[in-house]
């Protein structure tokens, strides 16, 4: 299944042409800049949450965008309140 995010608005917050998706968990996606090593400084931030949920295999770069995972048919949904809550709490561990 293809994910799907609005573009312009993903670019925008991003600072980027091409972006990607990590999917952290079936509720939290972590979108970045698919350049960012070439752009931007690491996020220490961002690459800690990642390795959180077992991506170590790289640093992240450049701001991210947390969303809440796909529906069903593949569209980015929002994060909702408790998910919210959520990612807060984690982010307060690292």
Do not use: K
């Not at 917050?13 to 999917?23: I, M, N």
Request: hydrophobic share 40%.
């Amino acid at each position: 299944m293809q994910r799907r995010a609005p573009c312009s608005d993903t670019r925008a917050a991003l600072r980027c042409a091409r972006f990607d998706v990590v999917s952290l968990t079936r509720q939290w996606d972590m979108w970045i800049d698919d350049e960012g090593l070439y752009n931007h400084p690491v996020n220490p931030a961002a690459t800690a949450l990642a390795r959180r949920f077992g991506f170590t295999h790289q640093p992240y770069h450049g701001p991210v965008l947390l969303t809440g995972g796909p529906d069903t048919e593949g569209n980015t949904l929002p994060l909702l309140r408790q998910q919210l809550i959520g990612l807060l709490l984690t982010l307060e561990d690292l």
